[in-house]
C-alpha cells in the first residue's frame, strides 16, 4: 500500500519511494513523440529495478536549481557529491550540450574519495538558443561491497535543465519628426547570423514601464506593450500617424524558429531591450 511510484513526465526521472519488499522488479516506459502538436511515433523502453536488504545508503548528489543562460557567454558550474557512508564516489555526465552541437559542454569524470566533485562548463553560441530547456543527467554512484566478491553499488541521479535564451537588441532610440517617430536599435545585432533567426518585432505601450528581468524572461507578455511591427529584417521601424501630446514608450525583441511552421513550440523570442519614450510636441497656441 505504501509504494509509490512515479514518473516526471517532462524530465524522464522515475521516482519509487520506497521499495517495501527485496526482489527483481521490471517496469515499462512509454515514450511518445510530437512534432508541431501531433504524435509522430512512440517506443516502450524496459527497465529492470533489483531491491535488496542492505544498510547502504546511496550517494546524494547537491541540489542544483535549473538556470538560464544568455547566447554567447558561458555557463560555469561545479557539481558536488558525497557518500554519507564513507564510500568512494564517482560521479559523471551525460546529455545533449554534452554530446552533440559544434560547442559540446565537458564534464570531466570524478571521483575518489566519499566526497567529490567536477565542473560543468559550456560555451553557448547563438545556433544553441532554442525555446525547450536542455537536460543534463549528472549519475553518482558507490562502489558499496556487502562482502568478499559482491558488489552491489547504488547510485543518485540528478536531472538539471538549462535554457539557452537570445540576448536583447541592444540601444534602442526614438527620433520624433512631425507626427511620426523612428525607432532605432544597434546594427549588427549579434545573434542575426543564427540559421534560425527571423527578425526583429516592435513593441509600443502609452507611457513607461522600466521593469526589471532576470534571464528567464524573455518576451514582453504582460507588460503592457502592444506589438506594432512585425518580420523586421532592418534595424529601424517608422511608427507613423501618432496623436501629440502623448507619450510614447517602444521596445524591441528578436525572433527565433526552429521550423518551418509558426506553431508556438518552435518559436521563441529574445530578452526585451531597454525602452525608450518621446513624446511629441502639441506646438499649438
Given amino acids: 500500500a505504501n509504494n509509490n511510484i512515479s514518473i516526471n513526465s517532462i524530465t524522464g526521472d522515475v521516482l519509487w519511494n520506497s521499495p517495501k519488499q527485496e526482489g527483481e522488479y521490471n517496469i515499462a516506459i512509454l515514450i511518445t513523440e510530437y512534432r508541431n502538436g501531433i504524435v509522430v511515433g512512440s517506443m516502450i523502453r524496459d527497465m529492470q529495478i533489483i531491491v535488496l536488504d542492505?544498510?547502504?545508503?546511496?550517494?546524494?548528489?547537491?541540489?542544483?536549481?535549473d538556470t538560464c543562460v544568455?547566447?554567447?557567454?558561458?555557463?560555469?558550474?561545479?557539481?558536488?557529491a558525497s557518500d554519507i557512508n564513507g564510500d568512494s564516489v564517482l560521479l559523471d555526465g551525460s546529455g545533449g550540450p554534452?554530446?552533440?552541437?559544434t560547442n559540446p559542454a565537458t564534464f570531466p569524470?570524478?571521483?575518489?574519495?566519499?566526497?567529490?566533485?567536477?565542473?560543468?562548463?559550456?560555451?553557448?553560441?547563438?545556433?544553441?538558443?532554442r525555446r525547450n530547456p536542455y537536460s543534463i543527467i549528472f549519475k553518482a554512484k558507490d562502489n558499496y561491497s556487502p562482502g568478499w566478491m559482491q558488489s552491489a553499488p547504488l547510485t543518485d541521479l540528478e536531472t538539471w535543465r538549462i535554457w539557452?535564451?537570445?540576448?536583447?537588441?541592444?540601444?534602442?532610440i526614438t527620433d520624433p519628426n512631425m507626427n511620426n517617430i523612428k525607432v532605432s536599435w544597434d546594427s549588427l545585432y549579434q545573434c542575426s547570423g543564427a540559421n534560425h533567426f527571423k527578425g526583429f518585432s516592435v513593441w509600443r505601450k502609452e507611457g513607461s514601464n522600466p521593469f526589471t528581468f532576470d534571464t528567464c524572461e524573455t518576451g514582453l507578455a504582460g507588460k503592457g506593450y502592444s506589438k506594432i511591427a512585425d518580420n523586421i529584417t532592418n534595424y529601424s521601424y517608422l511608427d507613423e500617424n501618432l496623436d501629440r501630446g502623448k507619450s510614447y514608450c517602444y521596445r524591441v525583441l528578436a525572433h527565433f524558429s526552429l521550423?518551418?511552421?509558426?506553431?508556438?513550440?518552435?518559436?521563441?523570442?529574445?530578452?526585451?531591450?531597454?525602452e525608450a519614450c518621446k513624446e511629441l510636441k502639441q506646438d499649438i497656441p
Fill in 54 to 65: 542492505h544498510t547502504n545508503d546511496p550517494p546524494d548528489i547537491k541540489e542544483i536549481n
Fill in 98 to 101: 554534452l554530446e552533440f552541437g
Fill in 109 to 129: 569524470d570524478a571521483g575518489s574519495t566519499s566526497s567529490t566533485s567536477s565542473i560543468f562548463e559550456w560555451v553557448t553560441s547563438c545556433e544553441d538558443i
Fill in 164 to 172: 539557452v535564451v537570445a540576448p536583447s537588441p541592444k540601444n534602442v
Fill in 70 to 80: 544568455v547566447a554567447g557567454s558561458t555557463l560555469l558550474k561545479t557539481i558536488h
Fill in 259 to 274: 521550423g518551418t511552421t509558426d506553431f508556438p513550440y518552435n518559436q521563441t523570442t529574445s530578452l526585451p531591450s531597454n
